[in-house]
């Protein structure tokens, strides 16, 4: 009986969110609606079939374990999120940025210094993590170290193509006015790159939390979104799990939403932001 209903209330979502989607000033609710069906129908399943909580909690025991342990969750936020990913994402995307006009400038570092990039971007976290955290220590650094070599590289290239992307006219007229390198490249090529970064950003910021939370499987304080993921699972408190994935989640979508209300403001002129 269970299921039937939270069949037939995913059902009716499912027709609202239709005719939402068809009108332009409701459709920010389709996304909305589509999750609490999608928590409806979880629900059902779970207490309709008996499911051990083990196996998959409900939602409801999952938001439970989420109010009653707010403080342990933004603990683990503050040390993962704040300290580790933010820290990691400001500093390798700022580092990445000051190499790309670098690698701009130097035929020599185009050459070089991209391929080994693409060799260092395909490495697999779980084999580079383990050497960060025994150079840098348990605690948030080592987390952000491997946050900065996990941002850099895709941050670098998008740069770097970025300021290849001005047609051969524009680059000799700015000649005919004058212009020196850097004038050319904050009032020309530089804006002309904003769509290229923004794409290398909206990348970083989900293989930050990524990074972050990764890195913490193998040594971390006794706190921490990774730390607590695994000891909970050890410990069979899977809707404690499901509640640090909830918060990464969130995380992870607020970081992105940021990103792109940021690139709306600053690209407002490129023609995929308009319509």
Same mark, same amino acid.
């Given at each position: 009986?269970?299921?039937?209903?939270?069949?037939?209330?995913?059902?009716?979502?499912?027709?609202?969110?239709?005719?939402?989607?068809?009108?332009?000033?409701?459709?920010?609710? =389709?996304?909305?609606?589509?999750? !609490?069906?999608?928590? !409806?129908?979880?629900?059902?399943?779970?207490?309709?079939?008996?499911?051990?909580?083990?196996?998959?909690?409900?939602?409801?025991?999952?938001?439970?374990?989420?109010?009653?342990?707010?403080?342990?969750?933004?603990?683990?936020?503050?040390?993962?999120?704040?300290?580790?990913?933010?820290?990691? %994402?400001?500093?390798?995307?700022?580092?990445?940025?000051?190499?790309?006009?670098?690698?701009?400038?130097?035929?020599?570092?185009?050459?070089?210094?991209?391929?080994?990039?693409?060799?260092?971007?395909?490495?697999?976290?779980?084999?580079?993590?383990?050497?960060?955290?025994?150079?840098?220590?348990?605690?948030?650094?080592?987390?952000?170290?491997?946050?900065? =070599?996990? !941002?850099?590289?895709?941050?670098?290239?998008?740069?770097?193509?970025?300021?290849?992307?001005?047609?051969?006219?524009?680059?000799?007229?700015?000649?005919?006015?004058?212009?020196?390198?850097?004038?050319?490249?904050?009032?020309?090529?530089?804006?002309?790159?904003?769509?290229?970064?923004?794409?290398?950003?909206?990348?970083?910021?989900?293989?930050?939390?990524?990074?972050?939370? =990764?890195?913490?499987?193998?040594?971390?304080?006794?706190?921490?979104?990774? %730390?607590?993921?695994?000891?909970?699972?050890?410990?069979?408190?899977?809707?404690?799990?499901?509640?640090?994935?909830?918060?990464?989640?969130?995380?992870?979508?607020?970081?992105?939403?940021?990103?792109?209300?940021?690139?709306?403001?600053?690209?407002?002129?490129?023609?995929?932001?308009?319509?």
């Amino acid at each position: 009986m269970i299921v039937v209903l939270a069949i037939a209330v995913w059902l009716a979502l499912w027709v609202l969110n239709v005719r939402l989607a068809r009108g332009s000033s409701l459709s920010w609710l =389709v996304p909305v609606v589509f999750g !609490v069906a999608v928590l !409806v129908l979880w629900e059902g399943v779970v207490r309709g079939f008996g499911i051990s909580p083990i196996i998959l909690p409900a939602p409801s025991a999952i938001g439970a374990r989420f109010v009653a342990e707010t403080g342990t969750l933004w603990g683990d936020f503050t040390q993962t999120v704040v300290k580790g990913a933010f820290t990691g %994402f400001a500093i390798g995307t700022a580092a990445a940025f000051v190499m790309a006009i670098a690698v701009d400038r130097s035929p020599f570092l185009q050459r070089g210094l991209l391929p080994i990039g693409n060799f260092v971007a395909a490495l697999p976290i779980v084999g580079t993590a383990p050497i960060l955290v025994g150079w840098f220590g348990f605690d948030w650094q080592s987390k952000a170290a491997v946050v900065v =070599v996990m !941002v850099f590289f895709p941050v670098l290239v998008n740069t770097v193509a970025g300021l290849k992307d001005t047609t051969t006219m524009q680059r000799d007229l700015m000649r005919t006015y004058g212009a020196s390198y850097w004038e050319t490249l904050f009032k020309l090529r530089l804006p002309a790159a904003m769509p290229f970064i923004f794409n290398g950003l909206k990348i970083a910021t989900t293989l930050a939390l990524i990074g972050a939370i =990764v890195a913490e499987y193998f040594g971390s304080p006794t706190r921490g979104m990774g %730390f607590r993921i695994s000891t909970e699972v050890g410990r069979l408190n899977i809707d404690m799990v499901w509640a640090e994935i909830a918060v990464a989640a969130l995380a992870g979508s607020v970081l992105y939403g940021l990103m792109v209300l940021i690139e709306k403001r600053v690209t407002f002129w490129h023609p995929s932001q308009r319509g």
